[in-house]
Nanobody, 125 residues
């Protein structure tokens, strides 16, 4: 079973930073593509970033240069470092896993089978 536990959300002013964490088992970290998604009220869930088991990352255009996804295998945790946050970044953020090591389809949410419970990020102006 693929269990993902995401955390690290909070409230921050525009221009600030937050780091989200996605904890999983060592097996999951080593064998599954992991992505971060977000969903604002009334909007579709959208992909933010993804990383394959080989370390290949993909980012949405809206976050390129501001967000960085990384993986710490020793801690069985993936991170989403978010900087220069904007009010438009306000959303519930979810980590998710595909069924295999490659991020097939990039940030297509329908490719991701397993989902964390979500962590809220609120950016005030």
């Amino acid at each position: 079973q693929v269990l993902l536990v995401d955390s690290g959300g909070g409230s921050v002013q525009a221009g600030g930073s937050l780091r989200l964490s996605c904890a999983a088992s060592a097996y999951v970290i080593s064998n599954h593509c992991i992505g971060w998604f977000r969903q604002a009220p009334g909007k579709e869930r959208e992909g933010v970033a993804a990383i394959s088991t080989r370390g290949v990352t993909t980012y949405a255009d809206s976050v390129k240069g501001r967000f960085t996804m990384s993986r710490d295998n020793a801690k069985n945790t993936l991170y989403l470092q978010m900087s220069s946050l904007k009010p438009d970044d306000t959303a519930m953020y979810y980590c998710a896993a595909q069924g295999g090591p490659m991020c097939i389809g990039g940030l297509d949410r329908y490719r991701y089978t397993f989902w964390g419970q979500g962590t809220q990020v609120t950016v005030s102006s």
